[in-house]
């Protein structure tokens, strides 16, 4: 039973940092009709900033509470990145062929994973400080480290506070309007450049924060941006590009198929994901609550 | 002799009711001229005959055949094609293999990957005696996307009319022209319809084009029939000069 | 009028055979030329152009962008690598008559999910498709050889009339394999320029152009794009299956997704928009990999920065800029 409990807590944590992905992914499809191949690997740079700065935190002496402020740090680089991608390299983009799109963002991947390997080698950096510094919590008989429920919590938040800005806020009804109908938007006098670069900033600063909150329980390692990109469209596929809950249900879908398909396939875990992606989009090929 | 007719058509989007129950009739070898305010429900109509949409309820009969359920290309083969109200045209390629392709098409020779298409003489010899018609001939090499607007027009309507249909749907193939090429487009259009007897529905918002062209007339309003007749019986009905000038209706 | 339109496509065959056969006397030449090294670098070239040919079926002529391309070069390295350890050496005839079936199988099969969709989710699920055969060749070492990858030697070519062994075999080798290589590189050109003017061709770039005409015409949109995606996949296996007897070993790297990046670079360096641009990309992409490797270790940032460097300057290609140049260079001497 306890068993069990842990299984869905595992599950838990990895739908949160999925949906944080999934859901910025989707934010800017949503807004923006833009789909960033270099996603994964913004996920994969807000891990490696965290651990980074982490790691400088302590060797500077920093003390333990503070070291927990470096995690939305981190994620605030990424936003920072997305802020000066956005205008340079994607703006030229936006009126040309779908394609064009597709090679920039691909060759912003190339960049961004070589990059990685340049400041920070092959060896995995890892920040497991962060999650040693909160007990070990013990559910039946089991133990369990309370970080990962600090991971499950953020996320959970994370939706809300989306969801509370996108639908309650003046600048969620900005972003509205302009992923409806971009010409109407600029036609009355909306600053559509200025929501571009802000819907991307926050799409990237949640990216960033999947890998903040994530390298405390697993080291940053090479490649993790690519297979986050994967999976993070087998979330979209399932769920619906576009919708915030198609990125919720689907991180939570895939989460859990995914535990369960390490218990038994372990050989085809991606495998298992992307025959359920493709089951799904068989019958609804928008995904459960797309809106392309 | 009926060509094909709809019983009780119905589509509607949200709250509008684009066809409200619609019984069509179109004859053989008539010139037929739809018109009827924005929104009536013309291109909506066209759009259900041709599979663009599929109707929420009710039938279409092609010579007492129902196709109410079958796809574009079934009905394509069973000789209903259309042209577009915005162009719809293959701008990358040459005005001739825009045409060229709807013949290949049409032959079911499309799956031919071990042949040159220029080779086929057949089809070339179709290809430009459809340019000829439709005075495009001296364009052939030139991309679709290089035209004026007025030539792309014609070029849609001949790459319908080179599928060879029985029927052929024309969503205002003079909308965005000059008054001077819309005369000569529909000069045009009319001559070779009629010369390969070739049953016609145009959508059509010039009303001087509609009277000069049509066999019959069709005003739809807000999804129904408004009127229905040849063009001098048109001209007669008070109701309808009522809604052509602009006076409100009378209850 | 007959005159007129017989000259049509006699010209434009005419126009190709003037500007290929110079370029192929030099092909043929070249290794009397230049040294074995060199020679090797060129049969990599070809490879390198009839993978990318392949691929540009899918995306210039069809508008479907494959990320996924590496997953048929891979498996059609594989299956020659996998002959070897069952069956034991055989001649390429046998490698190239077991693996083209494999990898039209598998194209079809996974052209068949991949085109039930748009653009985006296209991309995605090639790039999927080809991440799992990779993590399948990782997964079942005891199969694959795992990231060790498989050896191949040197086959045989022409049924067994020429087999090569000994230290003195290896120039005799490259230029034999060479001549067999472009042989099949010529029928390959060939047969990819037939396919793109014939009516299909033509279909296809319909269905890139205006995919709504195209079904109101009657064309089947699902249909030609999976045929399209079955012959891209097999021309990049034949190149794979080409690749491995040269590159003796194959590994998963030639499955990962980065593989599939420099197939869609190759294609966008000479330009994917022309038939000629894939060529001229993958014959000079083996070039600068070559030379880039040897003087970078991050040579996949520099991919990168040349890649979106291409997409903002030269979005034509190499070739797409040649001929925008000689049109220039045309209209400024009518003028003058």
Redesign the interface.
Request: proline share 4%; aromatic share 12%.
């Given at each position: 039973m306890a068993i069990l409990a842990i299984q869905i807590l595992n599950s838990l944590l990895y739908a949160s940092v999925l949906f944080l992905i999934a859901a910025g992914l989707s934010l800017i499809f949503g807004v923006m009709r833009l789909v960033n191949l270099a996603h994964g690997s913004l996920y994969a740079v807000g891990a490696y900033v965290t651990a980074w700065l982490v790691g400088r935190g302590i060797a500077l002496g920093v003390p333990l509470g503070w070291l927990f402020l470096l995690l939305p740090l981190g994620a605030l680089s990424v936003a920072l990145i997305g802020i000066v991608i956005e205008p340079l390299l994607l703006r030229p983009f936006y009126r040309r062929a779908e394609e064009y799109q597709l090679l920039v963002t691909f060759g912003l991947l190339l960049i961004l994973e070589d990059l990685l390997r340049l400041v920070w080698g092959g060896t995995p950096l890892s920040a497991d400080t962060l999650m040693d510094a909160l007990p070990i919590l013990h559910i039946g008989g089991l133990f369990y480290p309370a970080y990962n429920l600090v991971v499950i919590a953020i996320g959970i938040v994370a939706a809300v506070i989306l969801w509370a800005v996108i639908y309650h806020t003046k600048f969620g009804v900005l972003l509205r309007a302009t992923s409806q109908d971009r010409r109407m938007a600029s036609a009355l006098g909306l600053n559509v450049g200025l929501v571009y670069v802000v819907a991307f900033g926050i799409g990237c600063f949640m990216a960033g924060l999947g890998g903040a909150i994530v390298v405390p329980t697993q080291a940053a390692v090479l490649g993790m941006g690519v297979d986050a990109l994967v999976i993070a469209f087998v979330v979209v596929v399932i769920g619906g590009l576009g919708s915030l809950k198609g990125a919720l249900v689907g991180a939570v879908v895939v989460s859990l198929v995914r535990t369960a398909g390490i218990q038994f396939f372990p050989e085809l875990e991606l495998a298992v994901l992307y025959v359920i992606a493709a089951l799904v989009l068989l019958v609804r090929p928008t995904g459960l609550f797309g809106t392309t | 002799m009926i060509l094909l007719r709809t019983v009780d058509l119905r589509k509607q989007f949200g709250q509008t009711r684009a066809c409200n129950g619609l019984d069509f009739i179109i004859n053989k070898g008539e010139f037929l001229s739809l018109v009827g305010s924005n929104g009536a429900g013309k291109t909506t109509l066209v759009n259900l005959i041709s599979a663009h949409l599929q109707p929420d309820s009710g039938q279409i009969l092609l010579e007492d055949r129902d196709i109410t359920f079958t796809t574009v290309a079934e009905r394509i083969k069973a000789g209903i094609a259309r042209s577009f109200q915005i162009v719809n045209l293959f701008d990358g390629l040459s005005v001739f293999d825009n045409v060229a392709l709807a013949v290949f098409s049409r032959d079911g020779k499309t799956v031919k990957m071990t042949r040159l298409a220029d080779h086929d003489r057949d089809v070339r010899l179709e290809t430009l005696e459809v340019l000829g018609q439709f005075g495009l001939a001296g364009k052939a090499a030139t991309p679709a996307g290089g035209l004026a607007q007025g030539e792309r027009k014609l070029l849609d309507v001949a790459v319908a009319y080179a599928l060879h249909p029985r029927l052929l749907l024309l969503d205002e193939p003079t909308s965005g022209v000059s008054t001077h090429e819309k005369a000569q487009i529909m000069d045009t259009v009319s001559s070779v319809v009629r010369g390969g007897m070739v049953t016609a529905v145009v959508i059509e918002h010039d009303m001087d084009v509609v009277f000069r062209y049509s066999d019959r007339i069709v005003m739809m309003h807000e999804g129904s029939f408004l009127a229905d007749g040849t063009p001098e019986e048109i001209r007669a009905n008070q109701e309808v000069a009522n809604i052509l000038l602009g006076a409100p209706l009378t209850a | 009028?007959t005159r007129e339109?017989r000259q049509?496509?006699n010209r434009?065959?005419l126009k190709l055979v003037a500007g290929a056969a110079p370029i192929l006397l030099v092909l043929i030449l070249l290794p009397s030329l230049i040294g074995t090294y060199q020679v090797q670098l060129l049969i990599y070239g070809l490879i390198a152009a009839i993978a990318a040919l392949g691929f540009n079926l899918l995306?210039g002529y069809t508008?479907l962008?494959s990320?996924g391309h590496s997953a048929y070069f891979g498996i059609g390295a594989y299956s020659v690598a996998f002959a070897v350890a069952h069956l034991g050496p055989h001649s390429m005839e046998f490698y190239l008559l077991l693996g083209i079936p494999i990898v039209a199988v598998t194209s079809a099969l996974f052209g068949y999910?991949c085109v039930?969709?748009?653009?985006?989710?296209f991309?995605?699920?090639t790039?999927?498709?080809s991440?799992?055969v990779y993590?399948?060749a990782l997964?079942?070492y005891w199969v694959t050889g795992g990231s060790d990858g498989l050896r191949v030697p040197r086959p045989a070519l022409l049924l067994g009339l020429l087999s090569f062994s000994g230290s003195h075999g290896f120039q005799f080798f490259i230029k034999s394999y060479y001549y067999y290589v472009l042989g099949i590189f010529v029928i390959g050109v060939v047969l990819m320029w037939?396919?793109v003017?014939?009516?299909?061709?033509?279909?296809l770039?319909?269905i890139?152009?205006?995919e709504?005409?195209?079904?109101?015409?009657?064309?089947?949109i699902r249909r030609?794009r999976w045929i399209s995606f079955l012959?891209s996949g097999t021309f990049t296996g034949v190149a794979g299956i080409l690749w491995v007897p040269l590159n003796g070993l194959t590994t998963p790297d030639v499955l990962y997704?980065?593989f599939s990046?420099e197939i869609?670079f190759t294609a966008?360096l000479g330009g994917f928009r022309n038939f000629t641009g894939p060529i001229v990309g993958g014959i000079v992409f083996t070039y600068l990999k070559t030379y880039a490797v040897a003087s970078t270790e991050?040579?996949?940032?520099l991919?990168?920065?040349v890649?979106?460097t291409l997409?903002?300057v030269l979005?034509t290609g190499i070739v797409g800029a040649i001929s925008r140049a000689r049109q220039r260079l045309a209209r400024r001497s009518a003028v003058t």
């Open positions: - | - | 009028m339109t049509l496509p434009s065959l995306l508008g962008l990320f999910i039930r969709h748009t653009r985006i989710f991309g995605i699920l790039l999927a498709i991440q799992v993590s399948l997964s079942f037939v396919i003017h014939s009516p299909f061709g033509k279909a770039q319909a890139r152009d205006n709504v005409r195209a079904r109101f015409i009657g064309l089947r030609f012959v997704w980065t990046g869609v966008l991050y040579w996949q940032l991919l990168g920065v890649l979106v997409v903002l979005p």
